[in-house]
């Protein structure tokens, strides 16, 4: 069986232009990176994706796009304001940070809670335990200090004295702002979902591993507000909805695993992760979380707006219950690309690297490669009908066989040669990417036989 590397994963998709490390020609920039031709495709596949099973199929759930830089009172009604940093300390050796909580929590494998500790106790701890940097393995940290993990900006002018404003760290607050807007204006009643995907940016300080953890990122999640009594059943069933939909987009069933959180938020009724085997180990994918009455509430106070809801059918007034499902757009493209990478030893010795992307998700469903440079005219118009549909790759340089590879280890699903029997009975050749079996059909059959294979159900 292939090992998949980071390395191996980062290189390929740099090279076949997937996705670049952002700002590279000034040296790059920590834990960015810039989605090229081929990786922007990818992910917006698995957005669509995402999109179709969780908002277009659903008829309870509503899309919004909200603004990313918000009231700043959101972020105080939902704690990141107050609750401004988490207790970070630096190795001085390495210039690593660290969450000083985290570090004791790791040191006594998980026996100790740290979560409620001052900084002199924290500090204590560290220093009687002797916790060590789990970086360099030094002992010579700063003294603790509050970080915030949201980037700031300001509005307004400096001489008017510019008002901060937070880039969001999070996309959810955007439907619960709107939960009154949309209850009323699509006459929305409990349970309904509201859903969005859209940028979220934290000031991460730990190292990135490529997509896993970067500075901005994309979220694909949704918040549904419900009634407290069917409240765990709705969790339970979100829990199994986005297994299902991990699975359906091309990760494999034992590659992924439940996580139930032992520790949760004061407000919290229940939290549980999915978790997916990255070549860094086994990893959170997404989150799922009953967060009970507190999001609305908060809102409530602190814009002082009601936020009770009055059931129709039974004239009750509550404030509903949130379950919220939240991916990370680029984290899954990132366990989509681990997942589809393959090295095969071909039968006559030669190895090909190949990725084998669910059909629906990869970035090109069709290559179009005349034989020949003389067939290009008739290569162009089997673009030109293809194209309509489908976002196809056009080649002509090079050996047909070279091209062929170039095609698979972007997991083009489907190559379509032309040559000169084309001319003479408007056929092509269609290659399978994973059978690389070829068969002959009519250009007048094309779509229908690709639009098929690559449909996401
Ligand atoms: P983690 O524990 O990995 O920091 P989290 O529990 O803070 O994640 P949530 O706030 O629940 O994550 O965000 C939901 C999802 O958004 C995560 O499951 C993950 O897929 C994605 N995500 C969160 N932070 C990042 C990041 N820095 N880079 C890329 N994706 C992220």
Known sequence: MTKVTMD?????????????????????????????P???????????????????EDPNTYGVDASILMNPKTWEASGHVASFGDPKMDCKKCKQRFRADTLIENHSKGKVSAEAMTNEELTAY??????????????DWTPIRKFNPMFTTSRGTLEEGADVVYLRPETCQGEYVNFLNVQRTARAKVPFAIAQIGKSFRNEITPGNFLFRTIEF????????????????IYDDYKSRALQFVKDVGLQAD????????????????ACDIQYLFPIGWQELNGIHHRGDWDLSRHG????????????????????NVIEYSIGADRLTLALLCEAYDEETLENGET??????????????????????????????????????????????????????????????????????????????????????????????????????????
């Open 38 to 56: 081929v990786g922007v495709e990818l992910k917006n596949n698995v957005k669509r994706a995402w999109w179709k099973r969780f908002v277009q």
């Open 352 to 457: 090909r690297v190949v990725m084998h992307f669910n059909p629906a998700i990869a970035p090109y469903k069709v290559a179009i490669l005349p034989l020949q440079k003389n067939l290009s005219d008739k290569a162009k118009e089997v673009f030109a009908l293809l194209s309509k549909e489908f976002m196809c790759d056009y080649d002509e340089a090079g050996s047909i066989g070279k091209r062929y590879r170039r095609q698979d280890e972007i997991g083009t699903p489907f190559c379509v040669t032309i040559d000169f029997d084309t001319l003479e009975d408007d056929t092509v050749t269609i290659r399978d990417r994973d059978s690389m079996k070829q068969e002959r059909i009519k250009i007048a059959n094309l779509v229908s036989y690709v639009e098929k294979k690559v449909k996401f159900n």
């Open 301 to 320: 106070e602190f814009s002082g707006k009601s936020m009770l809801y009055l059931d129709p059918y039974t004239n009750e007034k509550y404030i509903p």
């Open 126 to 139: 560290i220093n009687e335990n002797h916790i060590s940097c789990p970086h360099c393995g030094g002992f």
């Open 8 to 36: 191996k994963i980062v290189n390929l998709c740099k090279t076949r232009g997937l996705i670049y490390p952002g700002s590279e020609i000034y040296g790059g920039f920590a834990n960015t990176w810039d989605f090229g």
């Open 255 to 270: 590659h992924l695993r439940f996580h139930d959180h032992d520790k949760l938020a004061h407000y919290a009724k229940a």
């Open 218 to 233: 994309e979220q694909m999640e949704l918040q549904m507000f419900c009634k407290a009594d069917s409240s765990m059943n």
